[in-house]
């Protein structure tokens, strides 16, 4: 019995040459890298199911684009986009636990997606499409999506990083510094509500929020020094990307998932790793 | 000896928290080179009336000025005004090294942005290259100067999620010390820290006021530290009950219209 859908290097390489994997490849590295960049603030802001919550709002646009018949990718950004501001504005605006918030947000978008996608005529091939991604499709368009937002994402963040840090830290300290606090929650979420946008195509609803917590939180388990825990996040990000589509492509796996569960792996071996190291660490001092 | 200059000035401050009056038209005001303690009971409105001033919370009414314009309008002036909260409430397992967080008080291009302005040269395009620019020598060296100042050197590389409550209020304060400031705000800096530990940062307080010219606004609890170091004391209980140098401001009668009947002072000596 052979596991393996690709046994010689030949045929790896093969595999490679062709243009759908090879735009997958830089897709799923680009997604990895956005990831890992905005994800090292998501896990530090609890901004965790937010993502999750945005990332099945984005059912509403597609189902939307579905039943208008437009483009659903281009119907996907704008409604991950208001949903994300409008989960800022009630968690800014309430005294409500924002944990609420985002569960009130997502059942209600979630009812508003089913019920849209049921008045929907015939093949519903794009809904599958939303929840389980499929990072082979993407195209040309995708790509640039993701180095713009990628660029915009590092230039945002990188020239502000100081201010970003400290409104994390403690927003008061933040404020007292003249830092635009809330001016710069909505710039993060509107990036982050793209990012998810465009990283659903690629893994899917159910897997998108994957990309924005797992290498960061590996990062965080192994680096106390910021501008570390930074760098290593994008670098998992990136590198598991990689190694999620060779694993898909050897297996014949689905390459979201593939991805995903290379991180998960990673996430395991790096937290018992670091139990590992603090006992010896405890035991030799 | 140079003249004082005002340095904060609050006019009738009334601040409602609901339908709770905090604070009730306070009005004062404090000049360079001076120490100035706030002490009152619990609740007695301490933490919102300096949050009001750092315009951290709305105010119903009054008028705040800091370097002799509204908050609003401080602008880069805002680097010259340091603040320490009663609690710095952060997630313990955020990653950042000691250092790190010191060096988030500096802003390094501070005194060529200065410099540039006064020549009407201020380039948006050279701020962003300079923040974004590594770390330089100037910064280090400011960052190691201000830890050893507060004896928290040897903390530099830990994170600060393991600091004790007392080091982490060494740490934030030598954020503070990181650059050069007018005006430093403490709210209870102090609480939690051993008693050689807070007539150090008194000593130390002190010093930045005679040698560097600092302005040190404090809320207090510790009325025998706050009567050996302060020069003023303003007694608050929702408005201002009395003010005045603190053998003045801390007498039994003051005291006890402050703090109220039940109120007894213990002296304690270092």
Redesign the interface.
Same mark, same amino acid.
């Given at each position: 019995m052979n596991f393996f859908a690709v046994t010689t290097i030949s045929e790896l390489v093969a595999l490679l040459q062709y243009p759908f994997m090879q735009r997958a490849i830089v897709g799923a590295v680009l997604m990895g890298m956005l990831g890992g960049l905005l994800g090292s603030f998501v896990t530090?802001r $609890?901004l965790s199911f937010f993502s999750h919550a945005v990332g099945h709002a984005a059912l509403v646009g597609i189902t939307l684009g579905v039943l208008l018949q437009l483009n659903p990718t281009w119907m996907l950004l704008p409604s991950s986009l208001a949903f994300g501001v409008i989960v800022l504005y009630f968690i800014e605006k309430t005294d409500l636990a924002s944990d609420s918030i985002l569960s009130i947000i997502l059942s209600g978008a979630l009812a508003i997606g089913i019920i849209l996608s049921s008045l929907i005529q015939g093949y519903r091939g794009n809904l599958m499409a939303v929840l389980f991604g499929d990072i082979l499709a993407i195209d040309r368009k995708d790509l640039i999506l993701t180095v713009l937002l990628l660029a915009a994402s590092a230039i945002f963040l990188?020239?502000?990083? *100081?201010q970003q840090?400290?409104l994390?830290?403690?927003p008061?300290?933040a404020?007292? $510094? *003249?830092i635009a606090v809330e001016l710069h929650r909505y710039c993060f979420i509107v990036l982050l509500s793209l990012a998810v946008a465009v990283a659903i195509k690629a893994v899917g609803v159910l897997l998108v929020n994957a990309f924005l917590v797992i290498p960061a939180s590996t990062?965080?388990l192994i680096?106390?020094?910021?501008?570390?825990?930074l760098l290593l996040s994008v670098l998992i990000g990136s590198a598991t990307s990689i190694i999620g589509m060779i694993v898909s492509g050897l297996f014949n796996f689905a390459s979201g998932p593939s991805i995903v569960l290379v991180q998960f792996v990673v996430f395991i071996g790096t937290f018992g790793w670091t139990r590992l190291w603090k006992r010896c660490g405890k035991k030799f001092s | 000896m140079t003249d004082k200059i005002t340095i904060l000035k609050v006019e009738g401050l009334t601040v409602y928290q609901g339908n709770y009056q905090a604070i009730r038209d306070v009005s004062f005001e404090l000049l360079s080179g001076t120490n100035t303690a706030i002490v009152g009971p619990n609740g007695a409105g301490k933490s919102t009336l300096v949050q009001a001033i750092l315009d951290l919370i709305p105010r119903s009414s009054g008028q705040i000025e800091i370097f002799g314009r509204p908050i609003s309008k401080l602008g880069n002036l805002r680097h010259q005004l340091g603040y320490i909260p009663q609690h710095f409430i952060f997630d313990r397992s955020f990653p950042i090294s000691v250092a790190e967080l010191v060096g988030l008080g500096w802003n390094k291009n501070y005194k060529e942005i200065q410099r540039q302005k006064k020549q009407g040269k201020f380039s948006w395009v050279f701020a962003t290259i300079a923040r974004i620019s590594p770390q330089n020598q100037e910064k280090t060296a400011a960052v190691a100067a201000a830890l050893r100042r507060t004896d928290a050197y040897h903390l530099r590389n830990q994170a600060i999620g393991t600091l004790s409550g007392g080091q982490l209020k060494r740490v934030l304060l030598a954020y503070c010390l990181v650059m050069p400031r007018k005006l430093l705000i403490l709210d209870e800096a102090f609480a939690g820290v051993d008693v050689q530990g807070t007539a150090d940062f008194y000593t130390l307080l002190n010093e930045l006021k005679q040698e560097e010219g600092w302005t040190v606004l404090q809320v207090s609890h510790d009325i025998n530290m706050v009567s050996n170091y302060c020069d003023r004391v303003i007694c608050l209980n929702q408005t201002i009950i009395c003010t005045g140098a603190p053998a003045i401001a801390l007498s039994a009668a003051n005291l006890l219209a402050t703090y109220g009947p039940g109120f007894s002072r213990y002296q304690h000596h270092h």
């Amino acid at each position: 019995m052979n596991f393996f859908a690709v046994t010689t290097i030949s045929e790896l390489v093969a595999l490679l040459q062709y243009p759908f994997m090879q735009r997958a490849i830089v897709g799923a590295v680009l997604m990895g890298m956005l990831g890992g960049l905005l994800g090292s603030f998501v896990t530090l802001r $609890q901004l965790s199911f937010f993502s999750h919550a945005v990332g099945h709002a984005a059912l509403v646009g597609i189902t939307l684009g579905v039943l208008l018949q437009l483009n659903p990718t281009w119907m996907l950004l704008p409604s991950s986009l208001a949903f994300g501001v409008i989960v800022l504005y009630f968690i800014e605006k309430t005294d409500l636990a924002s944990d609420s918030i985002l569960s009130i947000i997502l059942s209600g978008a979630l009812a508003i997606g089913i019920i849209l996608s049921s008045l929907i005529q015939g093949y519903r091939g794009n809904l599958m499409a939303v929840l389980f991604g499929d990072i082979l499709a993407i195209d040309r368009k995708d790509l640039i999506l993701t180095v713009l937002l990628l660029a915009a994402s590092a230039i945002f963040l990188f020239s502000t990083l *100081g201010q970003q840090i400290l409104l994390t830290l403690n927003p008061a300290v933040a404020k007292v $510094q *003249g830092i635009a606090v809330e001016l710069h929650r909505y710039c993060f979420i509107v990036l982050l509500s793209l990012a998810v946008a465009v990283a659903i195509k690629a893994v899917g609803v159910l897997l998108v929020n994957a990309f924005l917590v797992i290498p960061a939180s590996t990062a965080k388990l192994i680096s106390h020094h910021f501008r570390r825990f930074l760098l290593l996040s994008v670098l998992i990000g990136s590198a598991t990307s990689i190694i999620g589509m060779i694993v898909s492509g050897l297996f014949n796996f689905a390459s979201g998932p593939s991805i995903v569960l290379v991180q998960f792996v990673v996430f395991i071996g790096t937290f018992g790793w670091t139990r590992l190291w603090k006992r010896c660490g405890k035991k030799f001092s | 000896m140079t003249d004082k200059i005002t340095i904060l000035k609050v006019e009738g401050l009334t601040v409602y928290q609901g339908n709770y009056q905090a604070i009730r038209d306070v009005s004062f005001e404090l000049l360079s080179g001076t120490n100035t303690a706030i002490v009152g009971p619990n609740g007695a409105g301490k933490s919102t009336l300096v949050q009001a001033i750092l315009d951290l919370i709305p105010r119903s009414s009054g008028q705040i000025e800091i370097f002799g314009r509204p908050i609003s309008k401080l602008g880069n002036l805002r680097h010259q005004l340091g603040y320490i909260p009663q609690h710095f409430i952060f997630d313990r397992s955020f990653p950042i090294s000691v250092a790190e967080l010191v060096g988030l008080g500096w802003n390094k291009n501070y005194k060529e942005i200065q410099r540039q302005k006064k020549q009407g040269k201020f380039s948006w395009v050279f701020a962003t290259i300079a923040r974004i620019s590594p770390q330089n020598q100037e910064k280090t060296a400011a960052v190691a100067a201000a830890l050893r100042r507060t004896d928290a050197y040897h903390l530099r590389n830990q994170a600060i999620g393991t600091l004790s409550g007392g080091q982490l209020k060494r740490v934030l304060l030598a954020y503070c010390l990181v650059m050069p400031r007018k005006l430093l705000i403490l709210d209870e800096a102090f609480a939690g820290v051993d008693v050689q530990g807070t007539a150090d940062f008194y000593t130390l307080l002190n010093e930045l006021k005679q040698e560097e010219g600092w302005t040190v606004l404090q809320v207090s609890h510790d009325i025998n530290m706050v009567s050996n170091y302060c020069d003023r004391v303003i007694c608050l209980n929702q408005t201002i009950i009395c003010t005045g140098a603190p053998a003045i401001a801390l007498s039994a009668a003051n005291l006890l219209a402050t703090y109220g009947p039940g109120f007894s002072r213990y002296q304690h000596h270092h």
